[in-house]
């Protein structure tokens, strides 16, 4: 069954945490996405990967990182530096970026800072 | 800097009714334009694709144009139907950074 996987569905930190929100494709995409969304609003670029080992800062990066040492994983990591990381994040997929390459998103993951 | 902007923000129509959701874009160097729909608490659904050299898109009940020059496209839902409820979104891919820029979105209810 292709896809791509987020985990946890629901993720609870305490302020100074930094917590680490899992993103997996079976699908063999090279780039690979990480978008914040808050209530009410689109979809805002984190980072994203067009490749294994680099990525690119998005509009949003101050606060996160992320590592892509393997094709099918994209890690993101709030750390303890965003200062409002409560949010809907979601993972998204494309084989490619040229102007066929349609992006598919995960269910995502919802945390909340205690 | 690419924005996106999406008009209506809301829409509740009776079952039936065709409609027609838009998207405007301030830079008219993109690769491709992409509808997604939302449900509440889930990820994205892509519905379609538009490359930029392409002017529409259809799938089933969906049709969705494109106009690079004026920045602007839209999405049209015929006959529409209860289960049509969700929030659409529109996004962009320039050439320039190839990840998407999206709209606020269109919440849209379909009254049965």
């Known amino acids: 069954d292709g896809g791509i996987t987020q985990s946890p569905k629901y993720l609870f930190r305490k302020e100074g945490q930094n917590v680490t929100l899992s993103c997996e494709q079976n699908?063999?995409?090279?780039?690979m996405y990480w978008y914040r969304q808050d209530p009410g609003q689109g979809l805002r670029l984190i980072y994203y990967?067009?490749?294994?080992?680099?990525?690119q800062k998005g509009d949003i990066a101050e606060g996160y990182s992320v590592s892509r040492e393997k094709k099918e994983s994209f890690p993101l990591t709030v750390t303890s530096a965003q200062k409002n990381p409560t949010a809907f994040y979601l993972c998204?997929?494309?084989?490619?970026?040229?102007?066929?390459?349609?992006?598919?998103f995960g269910p995502g993951t919802r945390l909340t800072v205690l | 800097k690419q924005e996106v902007t999406q008009i209506p923000a809301a829409l509740s129509v009776p079952e039936g009714e065709n409609l027609v959701l838009n998207c405007s874009f301030t830079?008219?160097?993109?690769?491709?334009l992409q509808w997604f729909r939302q449900d509440p608490g889930k990820g994205l659904t892509s519905l379609l694709l538009?490359?930029?050299?392409?002017r529409e898109q259809t799938s089933g009940r969906l049709n969705a144009s494109l106009d690079k020059s004026s920045g602007r496209s839209t999405l049209y839902i015929a006959a529409s139907q209860p289960g049509d409820s969700a929030t659409y979104l529109c996004?962009?891919?320039?050439?320039?950074?190839?990840?998407?820029?999206f709209g606020s979105g269109t919440r849209l209810q379909v009254q049965p």
């Open positions: 699908l063999n995409h090279d780039a």
């Open positions: 996004a962009v891919m320039d050439t320039g950074r190839r990840a998407l820029t």
């Open positions: 990967s067009q490749i294994v080992n680099d990525f």
């Open positions: 830079d008219s160097a993109i690769y491709n």
């Open positions: 998204a997929s494309s084989a490619g970026t040229g102007t066929g390459n349609e992006q598919f």
């Open positions: 538009i490359q930029s050299s392409q």
